[in-house]
């Protein structure tokens, strides 16, 4: 069974890898990129992410969430990365992306990189590669991406309102990851990436007291994982909670924890309380290998959402400030 679901795995990408040119491009990005001007490209990235998660294994969550939250606006293009400066407020300091760490794991290997190839690997496609090569550190699914992403010249605050927020239920979340294209099997695929990480009390606690005019904690979780949600609060707003059992793995656990009602998040939770989705938690439940294949070809798309091309963008020369 396993070893069937894997091999669908490598076909499913050799088709979406074979469905472009015969040299593998997708949306006018390419496999082989880099190939010819920057070879070492990718294991720099690898390298530089290696190093830093063997020192700190948290920040393969903060990479992946970071790929989302800067493909979810304006694309895949980096926009995520960029400083405020005196006349613009940027993406990374709406309150949706002030826990977002590892920025300085990019800026590394984006030094490396002006160093072996200037001007060439632009910050968008070294974020994805790197979400990537976190997403395969933590035990999760290998898999190619296609590079080309150009950098974005436009980093507000005010887009930032387009990122999903803790308290949307599944219909919101259908409409939101239907807006940029994604089914709902690829919605609840993504949220899998849950598997890694926390929350801090503050995304969470509204479950907790005063959840509604007939409930007091939200009646989605199980009685003991609201006191333990509720322990984790009385350490404060940035108190953190593990979503699931394993935090620096990459398994299915994410999606046992929604059977036994412990989902952190009510976005979370929501995805089993929804008889919608309900059948797609279980099947991840039990079976980690769809789930690993979903995820891959979901994280695939997502990468690809609105990419810019050519002169629609630039490769930034310090992935922090605009050219
Ligand atoms: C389905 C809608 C989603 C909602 C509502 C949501 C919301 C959140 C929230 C509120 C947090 C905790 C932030 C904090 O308290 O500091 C979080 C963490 C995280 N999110 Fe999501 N998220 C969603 C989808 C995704 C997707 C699609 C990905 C990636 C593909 C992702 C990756 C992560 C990761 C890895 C973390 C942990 C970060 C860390 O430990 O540093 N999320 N998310």
Do not use: W
């Not at 949706?96 to 590892?102: Q, T, V, Y």
């Amino acid at each position: 069974m396993v070893v069937s679901k894997l091999l669908g795995a490598i076909l499913v990408m050799e088709i979406i890898v074979m469905s472009g040119t015969r040299f593998g491009a997708v949306d006018g990005l390419r496999m082989d990129y880099y190939m010819m001007s920057c070879p070492f490209a990718e294991i720099i990235v690898k390298n530089t992410v290696n190093t830093a998660l063997q020192s700190d294994p948290t920040l393969a969550a903060a990479l992946v969430r970071m790929h989302f939250h800067d493909c979810f606006i304006q694309g895949c293009d980096a926009s995520v990365l960029v400083d405020s400066t005196k006349d613009n407020t940027a993406e990374k300091d709406s309150p949706a992306n002030l826990s977002l760490r590892g920025y300085e794991i990019i800026d590394d290997a984006k030094q490396q990189l002006e160093q072996q190839c200037p001007g060439l690997v632009s910050c968008a496609d070294i974020l994805a590669m790197a979400a990537r090569d976190a997403i395969f550190f933590a035990g999760g699914p290998v898999y190619d991406i296609p590079k080309g992403r150009k950098d974005g010249r436009r980093s507000k605050i005010e887009d930032t309102f387009n990122l999903p927020p803790p308290f949307f239920n599944t219909t919101q979340l259908i409409t939101m990851f239907g807006q940029h294209g994604f089914t709902v099997q690829e919605m609840v695929a993504l949220s899998g990436a849950h598997t890694l990480g926390v929350a801090q009390c503050s995304s969470f606690k509204n479950r907790l007291t005063k959840f509604d005019s007939t409930n007091d904690v939200d009646p989605s979780i199980d009685s003991n994982f609201a006191k333990t949600l509720s322990r984790t609060c009385s350490r404060g707003d940035k108190a953190e909670q593990p979503f699931d059992g394993s935090r620096n793995s990459f398994d299915n656990d994410y999606f046992n924890s929604l059977i036994r009602k412990a989902g952190v998040l009510f976005s979370d939770q929501t995805l089993y309380t929804t008889p919608k989705t309900r059948g797609i938690v279980n099947s991840y439940a039990m079976n980690q290998a769809m789930f690993f294949l979903d995820f891959q070809q979901a994280m695939f798309k997502m990468g690809l959402l609105d990419v810019k091309e050519g002169t629609a963008g630039e490769v930034r020369g310090d992935c922090r400030k605009i050219n």
